[in-house]
């Protein structure tokens, strides 16, 4: 069996290549990815050395050489994770997203009917269903929930999805998505919440929360997520959407609040800043589908899986000081100087 697997560079794909290797030795893993800013060879080092892994520089956008990628390998099965991820920068920059999640999503398509691949599959997020109300806590995201974007983000990932579910219907490609909540864990770019708090608490650096911290997240430990995208793979039904969460919300501040306990910082380091527009206020999974169908259980709740995310974190500090210290910083500098009120 050969899987291509883009985007592996990144958190979750890189997660999943290590997962991948490791527990299907008799299977060949390919990890295709652009090494945009988000992507991190020292995330893949773990792995570099296993003779059923090897990994290849390039744009799932560029359509010859996905070709000629395509004809060389034989895939069996491909799963899709190559994207732009960060809704803050979709903001500021929707192209590269329609290029990335769009366009990509779409060659790849093309390439796995043109060369008879087994299973596509697409790795989504639930931030296609929109978000619910902070005051309904009994509304959960099913695989029937209505697509109803915000972001130029999310609006590139359901783009992508409706195009998969067409190569679905009109040219029976056998396709699967994954529509999984906030993933935290391992290997996780400090752009994002969890890390960035993390790395910035460590440095008694101020910690932005957007307007008043009361946004709610699903959090996924990106290990169970892991699990999910293999059980759907192997035993998922072709042409069918899978929900991944754990029933794990937490308001944006409690998140904040639990790693200051953790790393025993105070919460005077917190800094609210403006907030981000059109900003999704609940995301909540249900999962019912993929655990009776598929007998899928997550190993981690939020409160063990943070205690590791941290104390990984804290074990691995030259991956994510290498990134903090490079291009990241002006990055920092340019997305936040107009968030301070
Ligand atoms: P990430 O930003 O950490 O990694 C994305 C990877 O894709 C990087 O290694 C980057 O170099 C690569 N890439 C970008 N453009 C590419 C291109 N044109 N060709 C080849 N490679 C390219 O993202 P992530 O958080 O690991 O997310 C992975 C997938 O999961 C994405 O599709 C994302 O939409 C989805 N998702 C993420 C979350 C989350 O919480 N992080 C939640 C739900 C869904
Ligand atoms: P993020 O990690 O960007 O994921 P997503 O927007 O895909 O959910 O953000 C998670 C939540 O944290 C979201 O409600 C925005 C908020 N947030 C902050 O309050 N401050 C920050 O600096 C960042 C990056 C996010």
Sequence with gaps: MKILVTGG??????????YMV????DYDIVNLDLLTYAGNLETCKPVEDKPNYKFVKGDIADRSFIYDLFEKEKFDIVVNFAAESHVDRSIEDPGIFVQTNVLGTTVLLDASKEFGVKRYHQVSTDEVYGDLPLDRPDLFFTEETPLHTSSPYSSSKASADL?????YRTFGLPVTISRCSNNYGPYHFPEKLIPLIISRALADEELPVYGDGANVRDWLHVYDHCVAIDLIIHKGKVGEVYNVGGHNERT??????TILKALDKPESLIKYVKDRPGHDMRYAIDPTKLETELGWKPK???DTGIQQTIQWYLDNKEWWENII?????????????????
Excluded: C, W
């Design 9 to 18: 560079a990144g958190f979750i794909g890189g997660n999943f290549v290590h």
């Design 252 to 257: 944006n501040l409690e998140v904040v609040k």
């Design 300 to 302: 981690y709740t939020f």
């Design 325 to 341: 210290s490079g291009e990241y910083r002006n990055y920092f500098a340019q997305m936040y100087k107009d968030r301070v009120e």
């Design 163 to 167: 195009f998969v579910l067409a190569y």
């Design 22 to 25: 490791n527990n299907y030795p």
